[in-house]
């Protein structure tokens, strides 16, 4: 991703876990919580959270594999890196590992994860961008394995709709209000049994699939 886009996040990190909870009306982390119960995660298992962005679901998920388990967050910005290390250190995690990459072109070996993480931030990702990010989810996981994106749900009142969709034409281009008509046919072109879920309090969904 360009450069400014970049230096965009690196600004954002310093706003973004407000926001994020303001919108979802989670302080206490319980729809992170039900992201991770969905993801099928056992002790030992390997985890990959990309677009970790501040590092909100890392410590949630390092609770499902176990300190014989391992948790990796991937973020191409610098800043957000800097926050999710600042929890990690605070949590003591030592099953947590911070990589610095795109979700499109994943530095890791095929067939190594348990499952994948997306919270509130696939989206972002635009067109070809995100079929290649799909495509190297697939890679990296084991057969059996699941995809699971936590993203806002559309709001019912008209004007936070408003607002949501200026949202998602600024992160997510022109292209993004489609997408959101398309996104359960996107995950059955790539995933078998793809389910979508609306989470307790009715602004945010989750919807997973199982790599074929």
């Known amino acids: 991703m360009g450069s400014l886009r970049r230096s965009y996040y690196n600004l954002f990190s310093k706003f973004y876990d407000r926001i994020i909870e303001l919108h ?18 056992k002790a030992g298992d390997k985890s990959l959270d990309i677009c970790t962005g501040t ?16 948790v990796i967050g991937l973020d191409f910005s610098r800043g957000m890196l800097q926050k999710a290390a600042e929890k990690i250190s605070t949590n003591g995690l030592k099953n947590v ?29 635009k067109g070809e961008i995100r079929e290649e990010a799909l495509t190297e989810i697939k890679r990296v996981c084991r057969s059996g394995s699941k995809f ?19 949202r ?3 992160a997510g281009g022109l292209r993004s209000r489609t997408f959101l008509r398309q996104e359960i046919d996107l995950f059955r072109r790539h995933f078998s049994e793809v389910k979508k879920d609306i989470l307790p309090g009715g602004n945010t969904k989750v919807i997973c699939g199982i790599i074929k």
């Open 24 to 41: 979802s009306h989670d302080p206490q982390g319980r729809l992170r919580r039900a992201l991770a119960a969905r993801t099928g995660l």
């Open 55 to 70: 590092g909100a679901v890392p410590p949630v998920l390092a609770e499902k594999v176990g300190d014989d388990g391992l």
């Open 97 to 125: 590992a911070l990589v610095q990459g795109e979700a499109q072109h994943l530095p890791f070996k095929a067939g190594i994860f348990s499952a994948v993480t997306c919270s509130h931030a696939f989206y972002e990702l």
């Open 148 to 166: 699971c994106m936590m993203e806002h749900e559309v709001p019912k009142k008209r004007s936070i709709r408003f607002l949501f969709y200026i």
């Open 168 to 170: 998602m034409l600024v």
